[in-house]
Nanobody, 120 residues
Framework: HVQLVESGGGSVQAGGSLGLSCTAS???????MGWFRQAPGKEREGVAR????????SIADSVKGRFTISQDNAKKTLYLQMNSLKPEDTAMYYC???????????????WGQGTQVTVS
């Protein structure tokens, strides 16, 4: 069983930066690790993903050039660095672990509780 705990959200002015962390417990090595976000009234969307075992990350077009995903397997921690933040980045951000590396939330079996990011 995998448990995911996010941290690092908060409020920031437009143009600012925030870093999110997701610490995992349990076996995650064969999973795809992803960051998703969901704004009120909108569907959950993927913003970044990477296989826990390594490989090239994928970044959604909406945040490409501004967001970076990375991981430290020794610490079992996934990171999302968010730069040049915009008000439209305001959402609850979730960390997830899944069996397929896609943008579709249905392929992700485990989810964190989420951390709020607010950009004004």
């Amino acid at each position: 069983h995998v448990q995911l705990v996010e941290s690092g959200g908060g409020s920031v002015q437009a143009g600012g930066s925030l870093g999110l962390s997701c610490t995992a417990s349990g076996y995650t090595y064969s999973y795809c690790m992803g960051w998703f976000r969901q704004a009120p009234g909108k569907e959950r969307e993927g913003v970044a993903r990477i296989w826990s075992s390594g490989g090239s990350p994928s970044i959604a077009d909406s945040v490409k050039g501004r967001f970076t995903i990375s991981q430290d397997n020794a610490k079992k921690t996934l990171y999302l660095q968010m730069n040049s933040l915009k008000p439209e980045d305001t959402a609850m951000y979730y960390c997830a672990a899944g069996t397929r590396c896609t943008w579709e939330p249905r392929w992700y079996n485990y989810w964190g509780q989420g951390t709020q990011v607010t950009v004004s």
